[in-house]
Every structure is written in structure tokens, then in C-alpha cells.
């Protein structure tokens, strides 16, 4: 009986522990693509018509985007399904007060006990971002005597109002939210801890976390502040 219950814990514990680095190497290529895409995204403070020739490149190599695309979603899918089956897997694990003690205790943290929340709150964002930017108002331009579709004025108008840019700002303050913990985390889920670097690798999570999450919230001021040109 001892026999059966250690091997039974022992293929629960490795289980979880490959959950948690799938997990992590997953959110860290997802972190990858934030740097990116916001890169991306500044163009918009430049040049309308350079955002415009950004997009207008990204769409235009159907191969490409769709490949980036599909490996989008499959990193988000196993993301997203990992951390539901772990956060399951846990509660159902541990004794209600225990759990209770546990999330309110000395090691827990304001962005470590509300990953679940920040969680829902990206997912429900990136399915409206894609129905107001992807799919949503369609106008074109011609840039360079090249005829394109003008997502700058689809990004600008949504922007303009108040509650379009409050909602991008909230979503992506949730978003640092949940990378600040998540970043040093998903290095953790491999065994790295050193007294000494620790601490810094989470400085370094927070200050990621804040650079990108302040970068896309600008530019949701950025947008609401400029308006729509005529």
C-alpha cells in the first residue's frame, strides 16, 4: 500500500513538473512575441503610413502569416490548457484551509494570487482584439502608389473612444500584471534558483513586465489624446 501511494505521488509530481515547464516555455516564447509586436506597434507614433506598410507586409506573405499564426494560437492553447489542468489539478490536491493559507501566505504575492484572474482577462482581450483590429473596420489607403488596407485609421478610431483606449489600458496593465510574476516563474519551473541571482532575474521579470505594459497602454493614450484625422 506505501508502495503504490509513493509511486502514485512520484507520477503526480512529475507530471505536474512537466506541466509547469511546458507551461513556462510556452509563456516565455509568448513573452517573445509582446517584445515584438509592440516593437511593431510604435510605428504608429512615427508614421501612419510606415504602420500602414507594417501591416500591409505582415499580410501580404500568406505562407508566413498564416505559419505565425497557427503556431500563435498553439502556443496560447497549450498555455492556457496547462495552467487550467495545473490550477485543477491543485485545488482538487489540497485541503480548502490549507489552499486558503497558502494563497494568503508569506510567499504569495499580489501577481502570483491573481494569475488566474489576469489570465481570463487576456483571453477575453485577445478575442476582442482580434474582432475590432483583424476583423474589424476595414478602409484603405495607398501608400507609395501601393493600395493597402489603412489599419492606422482602424487603430485610431477604436482608440478615440474613451472606453476603447480604457479597455486596452486595463488589459494591458493586467497583461505586466500577470508577465511580472510569470517571467521569473517559468525559470523557476526548470530548477533555477540562486540566492543571488534570483532576486535580480525577478527585478528583471517586474521591469520587462512594466516596459511592455506601459508601451502598449501609451499607446492607447497616445491614440484617444491624437483622435482621428479628417
Not at 501511494?5 to 506541466?19: A, D, E, I
Amino acid at each position: 500500500m506505501s508502495s503504490t501511494t509513493q509511486s502514485l505521488s512520484k507520477s503526480y509530481f512529475l507530471s505536474s513538473v512537466v506541466k509547469k515547464q511546458i507551461m513556462a516555455v510556452t509563456g516565455l516564447l509568448l513573452c517573445g512575441f509582446l517584445a515584438g509586436h509592440l516593437a511593431g506597434n510604435l510605428l504608429i507614433v512615427i508614421s501612419p503610413d510606415l504602420f500602414n506598410q507594417y501591416g500591409h507586409a505582415l499580410v501580404s506573405n500568406k505562407p508566413l502569416l498564416y505559419t505565425a499564426e497557427a503556431g500563435l494560437i498553439v502556443l496560447f492553447l497549450v498555455h492556457l490548457s496547462m495552467a487550467a489542468k495545473l490550477t485543477i489539478e491543485n485545488n482538487a490536491a489540497r485541503p480548502e484551509k490549507y489552499y486558503i493559507k497558502q494563497k494568503t501566505g508569506r510567499g504569495a504575492t499580489f501577481a502570483s494570487s491573481t494569475m488566474p484572474y489576469t489570465g481570463i482577462i487576456i483571453l477575453i482581450f485577445l478575442i476582442k482584439h482580434l474582432l475590432d483590429f483583424k476583423f474589424g473596420p476595414v478602409y484603405t489607403t495607398t501608400v507609395n502608389g501601393v493600395e493597402m488596407r489603412d489599419l492606422y485609421r482602424t487603430v485610431m478610431e477604436y482608440f478615440a473612444h474613451p472606453a476603447g483606449a480604457a479597455w486596452y489600458a486595463f488589459a494591458m496593465i493586467a497583461m505586466a500584471i500577470h508577465v511580472s510574476h510569470g517571467f521569473w516563474s517559468a525559470l523557476q519551473s526548470f530548477g533555477f534558483w540562486h540566492a543571488r541571482y534570483t532576486p535580480c532575474i525577478r527585478k528583471l521579470g517586474i521591469v520587462y513586465a512594466v516596459a511592455v505594459g506601459a508601451g502598449f497602454a501609451a499607446l492607447a493614450l497616445y491614440g484617444y489624446v491624437q483622435g482621428v484625422s479628417a
